[in-house]
């Protein structure tokens, strides 16, 4: 998951990621904090950097790699095991499919309309194999959505936002629009953050390194993405899910009395950062 290749060497583990950074997907302000914890747990992370050979040797495994800012002495090293992980590609190529009408497109993944109907009016897919993201969730949506279509129920597959989340620890999740995705869409957006270190149940519990962040549109101050990084992020994020897939304020949320001490009061948290109102979090009050 986190990167193109793990080497382990004893009991050290090397991390070898080919992108500039972990978790290439997520913003880059989520990903520091896991990067952070990693950089106490494994001997060595290369970002930007290639592995370019592995070859079997008398000791283990020889592994050459070439990337920036690599000393020579870093670009060929021999390790016990070498995981590789470098991403998936769709199963399509299912027997007798070539005798429908059912389209694939040049990436290998099957055509479906908003039903998740292919070409071939009997024929519905679903899953990994109709493209991203890759996720069981996703999925399991998706198979709704195709059995009510085959009932005959007028039914689309639509949502606003499909959560991610990436079980490491701290663990990693967002919904809906990121900021980064906003960026490269030169979309105007405004980004509240509130830092768990200021959260009474994540000091605590001795967990203070997280941040929760709200993407919200700056004219209507509708919540279009939600990002967060800490422990237990994956059960958190669900709130966010659904303020984004019903449209709701950053106003909904500061409003919603959520119980305290706990993780969730973050999403409160992060909405009242957005209007200057955080009793714990110093930012101008909005105009």
């Known amino acids: 998951v986190l990167g193109s290749v793990y080497a382990a060497l004893g009991t050290k583990v090397t991390v070898v990621e080919m992108t500039p950074g972990l978790l290439p997907g997520a913003d880059r302000d989520l990903a520091t904090f896991l990067s952070r914890s990693l950089d106490k747990q494994l001997h060595k992370i290369y970002t930007g950097t290639k592995v370019t050979g592995i070859t079997e040797v008398r000791n283990g495994l020889q592994v050459t790699m070439d990337g920036d800012g690599l000393a020579d002495a870093e670009k060929t090293q021999v390790f016990d095991r070498v995981l590789v992980s470098i991403g998936r590609r769709p199963n399509s190529a299912v027997p007798g499919l070539e005798k429908t009408r059912v389209k694939v497109n040049d990436k290998g993944f099957i055509a479906v309309d908003a039903t998740r109907r292919t070409d071939d009016p009997f024929i519905y897919a679903i899953g990994d194999v109709v493209g991203e993201p890759m996720l069981a969730h996703k999925a399991s949506a998706e198979a709704r959505v195709a059995v009510e279509s085959i009932a005959g129920h007028d039914v689309v597959f639509d949502p606003q936002a499909i959560p991610a989340v990436v079980f490491t620890d701290p663990e990693v999740a967002w919904c809906g629009l990121t900021e980064t995705e906003a960026k490269r869409q030169n979309r105007k957006v405004e980004v509240a953050k509130f830092p768990w270190a200021a959260l009474g149940r994540a000091v605590a519990i001795d967990r203070p390194e997280g941040v929760t962040k709200l993407v ?72």
């Open 216 to 287: 919200v549109d700056p004219l209507t101050e509708r919540i279009l993405g939600v990002g967060i990084v800490g422990s237990g992020a994956g059960e958190l994020i669900a709130e966010g899910v659904v303020a984004v897939e019903m449209a709701a304020l950053a106003s909904d949320l500061k409003l919603s009395i959520h119980p305290h001490p706990t993780l969730s009061e973050t999403m409160m948290e992060a909405a009242e950062v957005f209007y200057g109102q955080s009793v714990h979090v110093y930012r101008p009050k909005k105009k």
